[in-house]
């Protein structure tokens, strides 16, 4: 019977002492870039990744960084160059002389929305929104 004793307190304590965590490290630092629902387009000037597909199922993703933009469709379209925020659109000028814009129609990207990319005839159906840890 002392020997059951011993063994259950030695498995108690053992449970105990495991639930206390040890400290020392920071245990709320983000592994990776963090994932949002949505993003403000007048904060797209941090960094912002938005992932997507548009209708034709090819992958879409526009990174905003600093007053810059990249932008990618399917396998063949690559823009890149300057944007602005005018209301709740989003001006984007490549360096080719063009240019497209996004409207949001309520300042946000937002996960599960459809946004045409005017003059572009491209969409993004948004799927993913994370932040750029290199911007």
Do not use: W
């Amino acid at each position: 019977m002392k020997k059951l004793m011993s063994m259950a307190f030695a498995g108690v304590a053992l449970i105990a002492l495991n639930g206390c965590g040890g400290g020392g490290g920071d245990d709320t630092t983000p592994i990776g870039p963090e994932s949002f629902d949505s993003v403000d387009v007048l904060d797209l000037d941090d960094g912002y990744i938005i992932d997507g597909v548009n209708q034709a199922g090819e992958d879409v993703t526009l990174e905003f960084c600093h007053g810059e933009y990249d932008y990618y469709s399917g396998a063949n379209i690559h823009g890149f160059g300057d944007f602005n925020i005018n209301g709740d659109r989003v001006n984007m000028f490549d360096d080719d002389g063009g240019s497209y814009r996004i409207d949001t129609f309520n300042n946000l990207f937002e996960v599960g929305e459809e946004y045409t990319i005017d003059f572009q005839n491209d969409e993004i159906i948004v799927e993913q929104i994370t932040e750029d840890i290199s911007c």
